[in-house]
């Protein structure tokens, strides 16, 4: 899912584009990605673009007339800057928002359709879409830490919920809790105030610097290599490469459709983390340093080698 990095790049680059010109028409490829009735889509139609705003991960463009187009691209959903016009073929391409300069395109890849398009009207109806995560970049370390003291999550959950931190998701917290030496499934609770000041400060370098990172990456181009595993990432979808700081091969526990990676040596005090699914199948056996679990691959894959040679 685009994240605060990606999202703040791709709003960059929209605004270039479309900001001061009229939104002409808007066409749909997909009925399930609107999910607003009131104003119907049609008001938008011949408004022209006055500004836009990140809100949370949802990326907005403001309307002359109090009007908001909202998006929200979820896991897959990306963006694209295509000639005016722009065919909408293809069961991947959802929406195309047409200006004179150009169309901005839609696209989701997959067979699940998550993203969701919104048309509302005013400060009020726009306040409604926002989570209400603190916006880390805009807070002190106070409060920085008086949200995450608020709840009782583990870090990995409170970083990516959006109703406690905004735009934060699973790609850049494993970032930020290798970068803050912390435990995935440490609690909030737990936190000792070195710590948070420690996590509040990675979250920030992390955020700023990949942002920068991106920006570079564009070179003024619109951003079309959106994707949640970036070379130069020091955990996240790294799993068995070394560690950055300590050489340690990274492992990660998968759950749902997320997995959370992480450093033992740098985070954990060398030990490994349960995978729910796992653990739950293997029980006692449940390997709980790296030694342990490199000991039993590496049984593993003598014993494969032996049945080879019968």
């Not at 991947?92 to 067979?111: H, I, K, P, Q, R």
């Not at 809790?177 to 710590?195: G, V």
């Not at 130069?232 to 990274?250: D, I, L």
Request: include cysteine.
């Amino acid at each position: 899912m685009p994240e605060f990095p990606d999202v703040t790049v791709y709003l960059e680059a929209v605004h270039e584009r479309v900001c001061g010109h009229a939104l002409e028409a808007v066409r749909l490829n997909s009925p399930f990605l609107l999910r607003s009735v009131d104003p119907p889509l049609g008001e938008a139609q011949g408004r022209v673009v006055t500004g836009t705003r990140r809100l949370g991960k949802r990326i907005v463009l403001e309307l002359e007339g109090d009007l908001f187009v909202v998006l929200h691209l979820m896991i897959a959903g990306r963006l694209h800057w295509k000639k005016p016009g722009a065919k909408l073929g293809g069961r991947y391409n959802l929406a195309a928002f047409d200006f004179a300069n150009g169309a901005l395109v839609l696209t989701e890849a997959g067979s699940r359709r998550r993203a969701s398009l919104w048309l509302v009207r005013g400060e009020a109806g726009l306040a409604e879409l926002d989570p209400g995560g603190l916006e880390v970049l805009e807070a002190s370390e106070a409060e920085f830490a008086t949200r995450l003291l608020s709840v009782s999550h583990t870090l990995k959950r409170a970083l990516t919920d959006p109703r406690v931190l905004s735009g934060i998701g699973n790609s850049y917290s494993d970032e930020i809790l290798h970068a803050a030496r912390l435990s995935p499934f440490r609690r909030t609770s737990q936190l000792r105030t070195e710590e948070l000041g420690r996590l509040y400060e990675a979250c920030r370098r992390i955020l700023l610097d990949w942002t920068d990172r991106l920006r570079k990456e564009a070179a003024g181009r619109f951003p079309e290599k959106v994707t949640a595993f970036r070379e130069g990432m020091a955990v996240h979808g790294r799993y068995r490469q070394p560690c950055p700081v300590c050489s340690t091969p990274v492992q990660r526990i998968v759950y749902a459709e997320n997995e959370c990676n992480y450093c033992p040596t740098c985070q954990t005090q060398g030990r490994l983390l349960a995978d729910r699914a796992l653990s739950a199948l293997l029980k006692e056996d449940w390997p709980k340093t790296l030694e342990e679990l490199e000991a039993r691959i590496a049984r593993s894959s003598e014993g494969q080698k032996g049945q080879k040679g019968h």
